[in-house]
């Protein structure tokens, strides 16, 4: 049986090799299963959980977009839409919130990450953010969510509202409790400059991460920079436990190698850093130039970038309109 697949990544902007190493590259092979049926989100009611610059906003979207098609997503096969022009979302969020538990999304890790210090001054939207999130899934009946793993917490959430909505309202199945798709290996992709840390859009240093639409040039500059330790590369995988950045700079090399990370270790044991940072940059550059050329390409085209969002709305709206009437209706409104 083929697959309901959902996912969404935000539009704020410096999509990285973490995003599509994490989750893109995912949603290429999903949409490549003729059996699937794929709707990718470009989510920008979540992105204004924090503040956003409306111009560069609209640009991001459609960048966003470029990057689902210049990564191999293809636009006839899957539904790419933006979360705020289908209302659903909004109005989903809301009533999900009506059941969703203050003590669930207390335990939210993310939001604690991204509240920092000072939670008073954080959105209400940031709090809350997990319960849209739950709306997306559901109002489309997903039956599997690719993301990377900082998202598990958020798709255990989703589940259990889900399940506290079949039970409060006794419909059974009424709302399909969704399967996370996460990676086994490589589902965390660190900072280049710091292996303990993810690696993300709002790190300041550009260096940390590699940016989809970086060029060569840009790519073997960052690798050669990246940060590694004195020794020589491991001779052993066990000492990767201690040396995050060797850890880092291998899981990517092995994931884009489409090899283990035993076989990676092995096949550079002993070597210097420099000639294995040598190969990593080739094989960067490999997957990454050509996403970034088309990416480039695409945004010169706004017209068509805007034709597939428009197109998805009106897909998208067409599944979500009918959920969300149901569920206003098992409400009782
Ligand atoms: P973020 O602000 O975390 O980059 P996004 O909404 O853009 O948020 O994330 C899009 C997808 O990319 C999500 O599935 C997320 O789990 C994944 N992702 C983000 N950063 C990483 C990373 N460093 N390693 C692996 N996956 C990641
Ligand atoms: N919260 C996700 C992230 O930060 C993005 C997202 C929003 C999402 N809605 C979703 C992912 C629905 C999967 C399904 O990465």
Partial sequence: MGKKIFSGVQPTGNLHLGNYLGAIKNFVDLNNDKDNNCIFCVVDLHAITVKQDPKELKNNIRETVATFIASGIDSNKSIIFNQSSVAAHAEGAWILSCVARMGWLNRMTQFKEKAGKDKEKASIGLYSYPVLMAADILLYDATHVPVGDDQKQHLELCRDIAQKFNNDFDVENFLQVPEPLIQKEFSRIMSLKDGSKKMSKSELSDLSRINLTDNKDEIINKIKKAKTDPLPMPQDIKELDERLEARNLLGIYSSLTNSTLENSVKNFAGKNFS???????????????????????????????????????????????????????????
């Fill in 275 to 333: 000639e294995f940072k040598e190969q990593l940059a080739e094989e960067l550059v490999k997957k990454i130039e050509p996403i970034s050329k088309e990416i480039k390409k695409l945004l010169g085209d706004k017209s068509f970038l805007d034709e597939i969002l428009l197109d998805g709305v009106e897909k998208a709206n067409l599944i979500a309109s009918k959920k969300i009437e149901r569920i206003k209706e098992i409400i009782g409104f």
